[in-house]
């Protein structure tokens, strides 16, 4: 709706209640701004052009009764070409999905998306993260579907078998943590 809150940043993922900033800042030690400053959003473009990361959200419209942030809310749901962008972006091996395969999260409307084209995902590894591949017009892509950045999604972490060993190992071991060191390996 266009208004910010304080510590909201005018960029993807830039509101307070999502903290997908908060785990890149962590990983790379960036001393990132949360406001609403030009220099918040400059920041993570730089950080972004630096990492030759790209951020496309693959719905392009949607309906919502309540506004909020929730996946779940989204309703007459309008996808964006995102196999067809991968015609423009030749460089892109891989598609890192923000959230998992829940009712309108990023890997259900990809797969979606991907039937329409007639692509087929294959499975290498159902493991949270879960990763697959599909092949277009010669290129093999991965997708890795990471846990979601938002606070409901702490839920399914707190019963994720690797969170709880993890947690046992070390009881200070957070949610946090856990998005930290599974974003590590991806971002």
């Known amino acids: 709706m266009g208004e910010l809150e304080e510590r909201d940043v005018d960029f993807c ?31 993570r473009k730089d950080f972004l052009l630096k990492k030759k990361i790209g951020i496309y959200d693959i719905v392009e419209e949607c309906s919502r009764e309540r506004i909020d942030a929730s996946d779940l809310g989204m309703s007459n749901v309008v996808l964006r070409d995102l196999i067809g962008a991968l015609d423009a972006y030749q460089n892109v091996n891989c598609l890192l999905f923000i959230g998992g395969n829940t009712k309108n999260g990023p890997e259900y409307f990809f797969r979606r998306h991907a039937k329409t084209k007639g692509v087929r995902l294959k499975s290498i590894s159902t493991q949270t993260p879960r990763r697959n591949s599909f092949d277009w017009k010669g290129r093999t892509i991965e997708t890795v579907s990471l846990t979601s950045s938002s606070g409901s999604a702490n839920i399914s972490i707190g019963s994720n078998p690797d969170y709880k060993r993890l947690k046992a190992d070390d009881p200070g071991f957070t949610p946090f943590d856990f998005r930290v060191r599974q974003y590590r390996q991806f971002i």
Not at 16 to 43: F, G, M, P, T, V
């Open 13 to 43: 993922y830039g509101s307070h209640h999502n903290s997908l900033w908060k785990y890149i800042d962590a990983i790379y030690d960036l001393k990132l701004r949360y406001d609403n400053s030009k220099q918040a959003i400059e920041e």
